[in-house]
């Protein structure tokens, strides 16, 4: 099952608006590239409903935000909305501050993307306005990550998608539990915005099953930090283990992906 979705992304090789942030640009575009897809990245509000156009999916990234970017977000939600193709929404930092919060309730009311992904403080925010305030990470402690997204999918009609130490993949009714994964995935600046943009190229090049595109990118993303780990020598550290992550999903094959994805039906 999920083995198709690798070969249909390949040999579609969609192209992908990724309007992501600062911080991680370069390495989602290598990623998006990793796994057969093709990323275009622009931002301005002059031009980004041309771009969609062009392209056959759209990932919406709040991270690094200013008021152009907003509009350009907005713009580009619009216009890949009307045309009917996939929005993945990664809500960065949602409860950071009210201007977030009210840009991630703007994308979620007049966008109304098909897949959201965030970890369980920013999926908190979106289903109930709440503010945190340690920035862009998660504090889930005293949270519900499967209640939670359970309850955004069912309001939005979205497949949610929360990150953390097990991940949660869910339409509102059919819940996965994904257990794929490392540790020092955490040392990676952008690790979430990554599995955005594979999300993006999953969902582009399978536009039918966004349920199963979204876990067949928690999935691999979370098995090549496995396999990137295992790869690390004395010397390297989580700049080398950032490039073999990019380098594992490049070479991750449909059959590895179903041998080794270890996800659970909730």
């Known amino acids: 099952m ?41 931002e301005d509000p002059a031009e980004v409903c041309e771009v969609v156009s062009a392209c056959r999916g759209l990932v919406l990234n709040l991270g690094t935000p200013s008021p152009r970017k907003i509009e350009a977000l907005l713009l ?18 949602a409860g950071c501050s009210d201007f977030r919060r009210s840009a991630a309730h703007r994308i979620l009311q007049e966008v109304q993307p098909g897949v959201i992904r965030g970890n369980a403080s920013e999926i908190q925010t979106l289903l109930r306005g709440t503010v945190a305030q340690r920035g862009v990470d998660a504090d889930d402690a005293a949270q519900d990550p499967l209640a939670l997204a359970l309850k955004l999918a069912q309001a939005s009609g979205a497949v949610v998608v929360v990150s953390g130490s097990e991940d949660i993949v869910t339409d509102g009714k059919t819940a996965y539990r994904v257990h794929n994964g490392h540790p020092m995935m955490h040392s990676v600046t952008g ?11 999953y969902a582009a090049a399978n536009p039918g099953n966004r349920l199963t595109a979204a876990l067949a990118a928690v999935c691999a993303y979370g098995l090549c930090g496995e396999l990137a780990h295992k790869r690390l020598g004395p010397l390297d550290g989580s700049a080398s283990y950032r490039t073999y992550i990019i380098d594992a999903l490049y070479h991750l094959s449909a059959d590895a992906l179903e041998k080794g994805a270890r996800y659970e039906i909730c």
């Not at 969609?14 to 990793?34: E, I, K, Y």
């Not at 580009?76 to 930092?93: I, L, S, Y």
């Not at 690790?191 to 190229?201: E, P």
């Open 2 to 42: 999920l083995g198709r979705i690798i070969d249909h992304t390949r040999k579609a090789s969609p192209l992908v608006h990724c309007m992501v942030n600062l911080v991680t640009a370069n390495d989602c575009a290598n990623l998006v590239l990793a796994s057969g897809a093709s990323p275009i990245m622009a």
């Open 76 to 93: 580009a939600g619009a216009a890949a909305k009307a045309q009917g193709k996939p929005v993945v929404f990664d809500p960065v930092g």
């Open 191 to 201: 690790t979430g915005c990554q599995l955005s943009v594979l999300i993006g190229a």
